[in-house]
């Protein structure tokens, strides 16, 4: 099992910032990519940042420019940072983890979620 536990998330004005969190923990062994989505009400989740463990990224074209994910391998845990926040960002934002136990079974793990609401 692989507990992921978020912070960070909050209500912001419009252009303003928030920085997410998520820490893992458990069963890691092999953690290959870590990742953000998002899901607004009425609408499918979807993907917002992911990065690997060798830090390659990928992003929604959505946020190009203003989010920024990192990951500190060394303490399991990947942060998003969020710039110039615009009403449509706000959301349920969940953190993924993806990867393998070592013995050839491979995982995905959600978080419970932490909700980002901009205001106008």
């Known amino acids: 099992q692989v507990q992921l536990v978020e912070s960070g998330g909050g209500l912001v004005q419009a252009g303003g910032s928030l920085r997410l969190s998520c820490a893992a923990s458990g069963s890691i062994f092999n953690m290959y990519t870590m990742g953000w989505y998002r899901q607004a009400p009425g609408k499918q989740r979807e993907l917002v940042a992911a990065i690997t463990s060798g830090r390659s990224t990928n992003y929604a074209d959505s946020v190009k420019g203003r989010f920024t994910i990192s990951r500190d391998n060394a303490k399991n845990t990947v942060y998003l940072q969020m710039n110039s926040l615009k009403p449509e960002d706000t959301a349920v934002y969940y953190c993924?983890?993806?990867?393998?136990?070592?013995?050839?079974?491979?995982?995905?793990?959600w978080g419970q979620g932490t909700q980002v609401t901009v205001s106008s």
């Open positions: 993924n983890a993806k990867g393998d136990y070592g013995d050839g079974r491979v995982y995905d793990y």
